[in-house]
C-alpha cells in the first residue's frame, strides 16, 4: 500500500457552496488563490455573500492514512444558512458532525456549503438533518493550503478517523505533486452558478517519472446512461454511456491544454438538461472525440479483468462523473478517491486508486485509473537499416511457471540468433511485479550479436532467469527508457496483460487487469517511443486473447501485425521473433579497414580510425543494398562499415565495394603473387572463406564478392602509410649592422634574405616578398637589389617581390642597401619584415614564419613644466615648483645622460627651497645657478628632476622669472643625443597708481572752490595686470558736492562706477594691457557760504578692492587699510556773529540763553557777520575761544551777541566783547 506524507488542505465554504482551494492572499474584496503553479483571483463569496465554514484536513502516516477532520464554525454578519441569527454564537451539533464526517467518508470530491443545517440555529444538543452528500476525503499529498476569514472561531464537537488507501502512481503527475510537469494551470474557477469537471491528458512519462501533459485532446459529456455494476463476485459491467449531447451546447465539449487539462464549465440551475445548463447533482460520461492529435493515437476500448483468459471484459475507455455536481464547485480527475468508494464500482469520478484484492471484487478494482486520461504514441516506422539496436523486454511472471519461463528464454534465444551475421546489438531488461522481474535481471548494455560467439554472450545473460510475480508492463518498458540508450527497436514479450504498476506496487496490489495497469504502461511505451524507438507488443500464450490486442496495440502501434502480434505459444512467437530480424536485413556485408604500420605486416595492423569512406553498388538480378550505400568508418567504431542485403526470390548475388584512398596510404594486397587480392573475405558466422574478385582503381580500390541470403559476409581491407616526399621550405633574414644595432641619419644598412628548399621535392612557385613600409619611409634604396637564383627581385611601392623556383636543396638570396635619412626621428625603429610561400607538387603551399629585423635610432626627450605654469603672474614671496623629465625614447640604452638647468635669471630674485631631487639615480646637484643631474636611462626609462624655489618680497613689478633646461644623452657607439632647450618664465606683474588733485593736497578752499582729481594706473610690467581700486570721497562729500563725474580716459579703458551716494565712493576695474596708461578724472566743488559744512577739510582716500570705508576719515593720516593714496583740502576758520535779545521776539537760535540757568534761546533776527581774523567789536576786554567751541553761559542781558567760530585748523579766535556786557 502507498504511504502518504502529512500533509493539511482547508477547504473554505460559504455562501453558495463555493469551494476555494489554494495559497490564499486576501486584499479587500479580492481574493488570490494559487495552486500548483496557477493564479487566479476573484471576488471573496465569503464577504460577498456571508457566514462560512472551514474544514482543515490533516493526514498523518502510520499502517496507513489516518485523517482527522475539524471542523470550524466561524461567525460573520448575517445569518447562517442554517438560520443562525446575527450576533449569537452557534456551534456545531454533535449530530450534525456526525453526519458530515459520514458524507466526508463516502463522497466524492467536496464539501457543499449548501447542505444544511451544518450549523445549529440553536443553543440545544439535538441533530439536524445531514448533508446528501459529502466532501472530499483527501489531502493532495505535498499540498498545504491555509485561510482564515471569519471573525470568530469555535471548537470542533468532535474529530472522526477513517481509512484511505492511495495509489502508487509510479510517478504520473497528480494535482499537488511536487515535481509534476503539469500543473492545473488552466483550470477555471467556477462562478457561484457554475460548476468545473476537469479530466487530466497525459502522453509522454518524463525522467523523473512524472507524466507530461498532452494538449489538443478532445472531450464530451454523454448522457448519465447506466451505471457500473458488479451482478457477481466475478462478474462486472461497465453500464452504457447515454447519447452525446448536443455539441452546440458548449457545456459538453473542452480541449486539453498546454498543461493537459481539459475543463467542462457546466451551469447549474434547476429544470431540464438544455444549453443553459444542468440541474446539480447530474451525472455525465465523459468520453474521447476523434483519434487524438496528430502524432497521437485513442484508445476506445481496453481488455479488463483477471490476469488469465477469463474472467474477461471489453469496456469502453470512458468514465462516469460521480454522484455529486453543485455550483461553485472544482472535480479533478487526479484527486484520489476516498477509500469509502472502493466497494461502490459506480461512485468515484475516474476512480483515482490503486486497485487491491482487499478492497472488494472484479468491478469493484478493473474500472481504477490513475486519474489521468491516456493517449498513445504513434509508433515511430520501422528502420530500413541492416543493423538495429534493440532492446528485448521480457515477462517474467508467477504466471509462465517453470515451463513458460523455459520457452520464453528459448524463444529469446531464436531472436537473438535471428540478428546473427547483422551488426545489431541487444540489450536484455525483464519485468514480473517490478523490474527486474523476480528471479531475473536486467542487463541495459548494448552487445553485437553478429557471430556465435556474440549471440552466445547474450544469451547468456538470460540462461538463469526464473519466473514469479505480477505483470507489470510499466515497469518493463521504463526500465528499457531510463537506461541511457536509444533503441531502433523495443520488444515487448508477454504471457498476459498488466496486473499492476509502478515502482512500488502495494502488498495487497490486486491481481485484476484494470484501466491504471494499461494506461501506465502507456505512459512509459511512449517515453521510449519519443527517442525514436519503434515499440513492438508480442503477446503469447493462452492468456492473449483477441481482447487482448487492443492493450497490446495501446502499448505499441495501431496495425496488428506490424506493431502488435499474438502468438499460440512460445514457437509461434519465435517464429514472430525471427520474422521480425529478417525484416531489416536479410544478408550483410560488413567491410572493416585497417591499418598496417609502415613497415609492419598485417598481422600488426589496427582499426582504422574515422574518415574512410565505401561504397556498395550490385547489378545482380533479385539483389539490393539496403539504404544508405555509402558509408564512413566513426570513431569507436572499430573501422566496420555495414551494408545491408535484400533478396527477393534469389538467395544469392554479387555486390562491389570501392574505397576512396586517402593521400598517404596506399592498398596492401592480400596473399601473394598471383592470388593477392584488394580484400579477403570470410563467412562471419562460421568463419569459412569467401571468394573474392579485384576491382576499382588505385583512387578507388576495391573487390566484388558474392553476397548470400542469410549469411553476413565479413571483408577486410588494408592499407598502410607510404613515405611521400616530404616538402620542406625555411626563410632567413639578416642585415649588416645586425639586427639591433642603433643607427642614425645618413647611416647605411644591408639586407640579406636567403630561402632555402630543406625538402626532398622541388618547389614551384616560390614567392619571396619583404615590406620595406618601415624601412623606406626613413631611407632610401641605394642601387639595385640582387638575387643569387633566377631574376633579380623588383620593388614596387614599398614591396620587394622574388617569383622563382627551387630545386631539392636550393637556395636564393635577395640583397639591398638602404641609406637613412639625415633627419630620422629619435626613437625611429627602422624595421621591415619577409615572409614567403613554395608550392611542392600537388600540395597547398608551405608558408613558413616571416623574418624581420629592426634598427632602433636612439632618441632622447627633455620636458619642463612648473606649478604655476610657465606664463603665470607670480609676485613676491610666490613658490615655483619645477619638474624637468628626460625620456628615453629610442630602443638602446642611454649612458651617460646629463640634464643641467640655469637658474640665474631665477636665483637673482628668488631662493631655493629644500633640496632638488630625482626620480631615478643620484639627486642632481646645484652648483652656482647651475643645476645638474648625471645618469643612465634604460630602454623606456626617464627621469623627475623636482625642485622649488620662493620669491623675493621686493621683487620688482615687470619681473621676468625665466630658467632654461638643457640636456645630452649618449646610445652606445653614437655621438650624444641634444635635444633642444626648454624653459618656463613667469613674470612679475607692475601696476603704478597715482592719484593728484588740482589745486594739490594740503591746499585750503573757500566755499565755492573746485578740486579736480585724478587717478593715473599704468601697467609697468610684461604682462596685462588687473586694476581693482575704490576711491571714497566720504571725507570730502560732507563739506563738497562732485560736480563733473568721474570718466576714465581713454573712454572705456576701465570700468568706472558712478559716486554711490550713501558710501561716497566709485570703483574702477578692468585690465591694462603691458605697458598701458589710463586716467580717471572728476570734480568736487566746495559748498557755498550757505552749506553744508562738514570737518571743514575734504579727505579723498584711493584704495586697493573695493570694500568702502564705514567712517569718513578726518585726514590722510593715518592711513586706511589698503589705502593706496590721499589728497586733503582744508577749509580755513570763520567767525559768526548773531545778535539776540531777552525776552526772544521770534525764533531762538540754538545757543541762546534766557536766564542765568542754562537754557536756550532763540532770536527772532539776527545778523552775521563774518571775519577770518579776531575781530573788535569795541574796547573791551578780550576772551580767548577754540575754534568751532561755543560760551558755555551767558550773563542776563536785554541784548548780546552769540560767537560762533567755524574753522578747519587749531588756531584760536579772539573775540572783544561789549563793555556793556558781562563776561561769560
Known sequence: MARGRRAARTFHTCGRGTVLTGTVTQSGRERTYVNDGSTQ?????????????????????????????????????????????????????????????????????????????????????????????????????????????????????GDVTWERSAPALGGVERAGDDAGAVAPMAVPIPAANEAVISVRVGGDRLANGTVQGLAGVTLALWGPGGATTAPSATTASQGAAGARYNPAWTWTTCVSDAAGDCSFVVPIRPGAISATGVPQDTRFWVVQEGAGPPGWYSNPTARLG????????????????DTLLRAGQTYLSTTAMPTGLTTEPDRGFMRNLEDSNAQGGQADNIGRSTGVWNQSRANPPASAQCGLDVAIVTDTSGSLGATGIAAAKAAMDDFVDAFRGTPSRMSVFSFSTVSP?????????????ATAAQAAAVKAQYAGWASGGGTNWDRGLAAAATSGNTYDVVVLLTDGNPTVFGPAPGSNASAFNSFQDIDAGIFSANQLKATGARVLAVGVGPAVTPATGVNLRAVSGTVEGSDYFR?????????????LADSGCQGSLQVRKMIVPQGGTIAQATPAPAGWEFNAATSATGVSIAAPTSATTVTGGDGRVNFGLQFDNVTSGTVQVLETQQTGYQLVPVGTGAAARNAVCTDASTGAPVAVTDAGSAATPGFTVLGQRDVQVLCTIYNTTVSAPVPGFTLTKSSDPVSGTSVQGGDTITYTVTGTNTGTTALDPVTITDDLSGVLDNATLTGAPTSSVGAAPTVTGTTLTWNGSLAV?????????????????????????????????????????????????????????????????????????????????????????????????????????????????AAPTVAGTTLTWNGTLPVGGSVVLTYTVTLDDDVAPGTIVNNVASGSATPPGLPPITPPPVETEHPVPGLSVTKSSDPVSGTQVLPGDSIDYT????????????????????????????????????AGALNVSAVEPVTGSFTIDGTLAIGQTVTVTYTVTVNGPTGPFGDGNLVNVLLEGDVPPTEPPGACEPALPGQVACTEHPIPGELIVQKGSTPPRGPQWPWARRSPTRSRSRTSAARRCRSTTPTT?????????????????????????????????SSPSRVTWLPALPPP
Open 809 to 921: 636543396g636550393g637556395a636564393v638570396t635577395l640583397t639591398y642597401t638602404v641609406t637613412l635619412d639625415d633627419d630620422v626621428a629619435p626613437g625611429t625603429i627602422v624595421n621591415n619584415v619577409a615572409s614567403g610561400s613554395a608550392t611542392p607538387p600537388g600540395l597547398p603551399p608551405i608558408t613558413p614564419p616571416p623574418v624581420e629585423t629592426e634598427h632602433p635610432v636612439p632618441g632622447f626627450e627633455l620636458t619642463k613644466a612648473s606649478d604655476p605654469v610657465s606664463g603665470t603672474s607670480v609676485t613676491g614671496g610666490s613658490t615655483i615648483t619645477y619638474t624637468v623629465t628626460g625620456t628615453n625614447t629610442g630602443a638602446t640604452v642611454l649612458d651617460p645622460v646629463v640634464i643641467t638647468d640655469d637658474l640665474a635669471q631665477v636665483l637673482n630674485n628668488a631662493t631655493l627651497t629644500g633640496t632638488p631631487t630625482a626620480s631615478a639615480g
Open 41 to 157: 483571483t476573484r471576488p471573496d463569496p465569503c464577504r460577498t455573500q456571508g457566514s462560512g465554514v472551514t474544514v482543515t484536513v490533516r493526514t498523518d502516516v502510520g499502517g496507513g492514512r489516518r485523517h482527522q477532520r475539524e471542523v470550524e464554525k466561524v461567525q460573520s454578519s448575517g445569518l447562517a444558512r442554517g438560520g443562525a441569527r446575527r450576533g449569537r454564537p452557534s456551534r456545531f451539533v454533535g449530530a450534525g458532525a456526525a453526519a458530515l464526517v459520514a458524507f466526508l467518508a463516502i463522497s466524492g470530491l467536496v464539501v457543499p456549503s449548501t447542505a444544511a443545517p451544518l450549523i445549529d440555529s440553536t443553543t440545544s444538543e439535538s441533530s439536524s438533518t445531514a448533508p446528501t452528500e459529502g466532501a472530499s476525503a483527501e489531502a493532495v499529498p505535498g499540498e498545504t493550503v491555509t485561510e482564515e476569514t471569519a471573525p470568530e472561531e469555535f471548537a470542533p464537537e
Open 437 to 449: 522481474g523476480g528471479g531475473a535481471s536486467n542487463h541495459p548494455a548494448l552487445l553485437p550479436v
Open 1177 to 1209: 567789536c569795541s574796547t573791551c576786554r578780550t576772551w580767548a575761544r577754540s575754534p568751532g567751541s561755543r560760551p558755555s553761559s551767558v550773563a542776563t542781558a536785554s541784548v548780546w551777541l552769540s560767537l560762533r567760530s567755524r574753522a578747519a585748523t
Open 306 to 321: 483477471g490476469f488469465a483468459a477469463t474472467p474477461e471484459f471489453s469496456w469502453g475507455y470512458r468514465f462516469r462523473t
Open 1015 to 1050: 587717478l593715473t594706473f599704468t601697467n609697468t610690467g610684461a604682462t596685462p595686470v588687473a586694476v581693482n581700486h575704490l576711491d571714497s570721497l566720504l571725507g570730502a562729500l560732507d563739506d563738497g558736492t562732485v560736480t563733473t563725474a568721474p570718466t576714465a580716459s581713454p
Open 567 to 579: 502468438a499460440a505459444d512460445f514457437d509461434a512467437a519465435a517464429e514472430v521473433l525471427s520474422a
